[in-house]
């Protein structure tokens, strides 16, 4: 699977909208762009994910660049509780094992 | 949506002895789960996947004989950690994806094993 750049940090405040940007300028044309957060001792939990247009569920959206070598994690409005490492990963079409990054470690403050 | 069971969430053993880590599907069939280990501060590490009906495939720099994987069923993986030492003690994640990059994939809670 291509390698995908994320700041190490962010923080941001609560109630406050975040993005989370990631860098893949390697990937390929059926590649999807992932995304999954870890809270403190747990496993990793899927946040979304998207191919080619902007994605929206409950947790989030997906931002993709119209040439999809970057895209952009929205938490609308975060919370203390969204406070984790948030790992963007591509995923080939037939891809089974996720190659995990350094992610981005996301604080909240109050 | 489907849930992957992780069990026990925690263990502590003493040096030596060897501790098995379950890994269940709940409400679909996986005939691939993988294994990953995460170090305090470090990211996930792929250690093996674990094949339905066949023997488990293991990244490079990973002991065989000291990770012992059997996939039973379609719904179930063990990691047993033989012969445990302290430096074994690390954080365990099961992962069960549905095929395809299509799809997202689910993990277990994860298991926190202390070696004393």
């Known amino acids: 699977d291509a390698k995908t750049t994320q700041p190490n940090s962010m923080e941001s405040n609560e109630e406050e909208p975040v993005h989370l940007p990631c860098n893949h300028s390697t990937i390929s044309g059926t590649d999807y762009i992932h995304w999954y957060r870890q809270l403190p001792s747990q496993g990793p939990e899927y946040v979304i994910h998207g191919l080619t247009s902007n994605v929206n569920n409950r947790m989030a959206s997906l931002a993709i660049a119209e040439d999809r070598k970057s895209s952009t994690l929205i938490l609308h409005r975060a919370t203390l509780r969204d406070a984790a490492v948030y790992y963007c990963?591509?995923?080939?079409?037939?891809?089974?094992?996720?190659?995990f990054g350094k992610g981005t470690s996301l604080l909240v403050t109050p | 949506g489907a849930v992957v069971s992780q069990h026990p969430s925690r263990v502590i053993c003493k040096s030596g002895t060897s501790v098995k880590i379950e890994c269940r599907s709940l409400?679909?069939?996986?005939?691939?789960m993988f294994w990953y280990r995460q170090f305090p501060k470090q990211s996930l590490m792929l250690m093996a996947t674990?094949?339905?009906?066949?023997?488990?495939?293991?990244e490079q720099g990973v002991e065989k004989d000291k990770f012992l994987i059997n996939h039973a069923s379609l719904t179930l993986s063990t990691l047993t950690v033989t012969s445990a030492h302290p430096e074994d003690s690390s954080f365990y994640i099961c992962s069960a994806p549905q095929t395809g990059g299509s799809t997202e994939a689910f993990f277990g809670q994860g298991t926190r094993l202390t070696v004393v």
């Open positions: 990963i591509l995923r080939g079409p037939s891809g089974y094992a996720l190659n």
């Open positions: 409400d679909f069939q996986a005939t691939t």
């Open positions: 674990s094949n339905e009906g066949s023997k488990a495939t293991y």
